[in-house]
């Protein structure tokens, strides 16, 4: 395997499937599979999911949201999402437990990073929930923040398409893919794989990140096994 231990970032309309709100089940139930196949082959896998399906905090402030009880509210929409994908991955046979940035219990477990790595070590998934438990920081962040915390040896973000391009190809048919990139030239295109945060903080503890489409089936024991997918952003 090139990778023994990753972090999995999903975007909460992905757990929505082609409505992009609410929870598709069968949806969830694919992912956990595909989770379930890379961990039974040895490699550690955290999750931290967003919650746009849900609610999204920023787009609330324009409806009349404060911005720190509308990310808040996004937070709690994470918990939603993360509770009901541990769930599924429970059903796949596997250890599954869910974290939160901020105490939560009885619904989740608080974060702690030693019982996390102890979760991953022992064959479960961590699925870490809440974002950074901070207002302003989006779940990317909290992604690199987790992703850096672990040790991971890649973050993978799972999107809709297949990789990074040098323009919105859902828009425009010239649009080239990129099947690597450099940090330094993702910045200067001002690419937006992800905000500033999470991008500096991948850039800055050298973590390898790969974009790619988790829709197509086996995409994720492909990264893991080092096969070409997506596209890869490396210094």
Request: glycine share 12%; proline share 3%.
């Amino acid at each position: 395997m090139k990778y023994n231990k990753v972090l999995l970032k999903l975007s909460g309309e992905s757990l929505g499937g082609n409505s992009g709100g609410g929870l598709d089940e069968d949806i969830l139930a694919v992912y956990a599979k595909e989770v379930a196949e890379v961990v039974k082959s040895g490699t550690g896998v955290s999750i931290v999911v967003g919650g746009g399906n849900i609610f999204r905090g920023l787009s609330g402030v324009g409806k009349g949201f404060d911005r720190v009880k509308g990310d808040q509210m996004g937070m709690l929409a994470t918990v939603i999402n993360s509770i009901a994908l541990s769930l599924a991955i429970k059903a796949e046979g596997l250890e599954s437990e869910v974290f939160t940035a901020t105490p939560m219990e009885p619904f989740a477990k608080y974060y702690e990073r030693d019982t996390a790595l102890a979760l991953l070590e022992r064959g479960g998934v961590a699925i870490i929930a809440g974002g950074t438990g901070n207002p302003f920081f989006t779940t990317d962040s909290a992604a690199a923040l987790r992703a850096a915390e672990l040790g991971v040896n890649a973050l993978l973000k799972g999107t809709r398409v297949d990789g990074v391009y040098n323009a919105d190809p859902e828009k425009d048919p010239k649009a080239v893919k990129f099947s690597t990139l450099s940090y330094t030239k993702a910045l200067a295109d001002n690419l937006k794989i992800m905000d500033m945060t999470a991008f500096a903080l991948c850039r800055e503890n050298k973590i390898p990140i790969v974009v790619f489409d988790i829709n197509r089936k086996g995409n994720l024991i492909k990264i893991v096994k080092g096969e070409e997918v997506g596209t890869l952003i490396k210094e």
